[in-house]
């Protein structure tokens, strides 16, 4: 059975949505934390139980929740290069240049 193509327009948008959760609700929790009069995003979640306190640990939820979406589409895109992850082959090459 041939494989089908991925869809790569999709992952890379569902990367950018992650992004964009992570820094509104990371930065919705940062206000909140050193603010505590700041009612987070407009008072979106002003009917979560637990005040401030649930509040800003339903939005640090929400900002780890975009964190791995984004992450996980991110790893899903087919590499067009090598990863950055694959140190020890660079250092081989660097070895073999210096004589070390």
């Not at 979560?48 to 640090?60: D, K, N, T």
């Not at 694959?86 to 070390?100: E, I, L, P, Q, S």
């Amino acid at each position: 059975m041939p494989k089908q193509p991925e869809n790569r327009a999709g992952y890379l948008a569902l990367e950018a949505v992650g992004m964009v959760i992570t820094a509104l609700s990371a930065q919705a929790v940062i206000r909140g934390f050193f603010n505590p009069e700041y009612e987070p995003l407009w008072g979106i979640f002003n009917g979560v139980p637990g005040g401030l306190s649930g509040q800003m640990i339903l939005l640090a939820f929400i900002a780890l929740v975009g964190t791995v979406f984004g992450g996980w589409a991110h790893i899903r895109q087919e590499p067009s290069t090598e990863r950055a992850a694959h140190f020890r082959g660079a250092r081989r090459k660097y070895r073999r240049n210096t004589g070390k």
